[in-house]
């Protein structure tokens, strides 16, 4: 559920030098294990591998779980999924909040909400896989989303 690898590299061309390698992940929470009667979720860990590896590979994740200036923190709101549809419209709200570590000062606090909508042509049979699709591109737009303003702040 990262971002690409491209939109990762582009980002990681425009961390400033203060934020390098300075975001460690704090609490990441409101996820739901996906369940073979109720489709498709995402769980607190996918969603925390999904932070790691995306901020991780755009040069932002600090080296150790404790290190860095800042501290990101994450949930998951509400993930909207319709019961029965061919094509599956999916609306992932998220909360997050940079956090200096050493004052507890908020930096950032944005909630998002990114929909995102997977037509029945791209999985034919099966509804589950067309949900999946669709919170997997829906989580990667938002954290895509939040890279970019992060880097728009300016950072001491």
Do not use: C
Request: glycine share 6%; aromatic share 6%.
């Amino acid at each position: 559920m990262e971002m690409p690898q491209a939109d990762s590299l582009q980002i990681r061309a425009w961390v400033p030098a203060q934020l390098h390698e300075q975001i460690s992940l704090g609490l990441i929470q409101g996820g739901e294990v996906t369940s073979t009667y109720w489709g498709s979720k995402i769980s607190d860990e996918a969603l925390r591998q999904a932070l790691d590896e995306s901020f991780r590979e755009a040069g932002l994740l600090a080296r150790t779980p404790q290190g860095g200036r800042y501290e990101l923190r994450a949930q998951l709101t509400q993930l909207k999924q319709p019961m029965v549809a061919l094509d599956v419209k999916v609306e992932l709200i998220m909360d997050y909040a940079v956090v200096e570590r050493k004052t507890g000062t908020k930096l950032y606090e944005r909630q998002l909400r990114v929909p995102y909508t997977v037509e029945w042509s791209e999985a034919l049979l099966d509804q589950n896989e067309r949900m999946r699709m669709a919170n997997e591109a829906a989580l990667r737009k938002s954290i895509s989303t939040l890279m970019r303003e992060l880097l728009e702040l300016h950072w001491n």
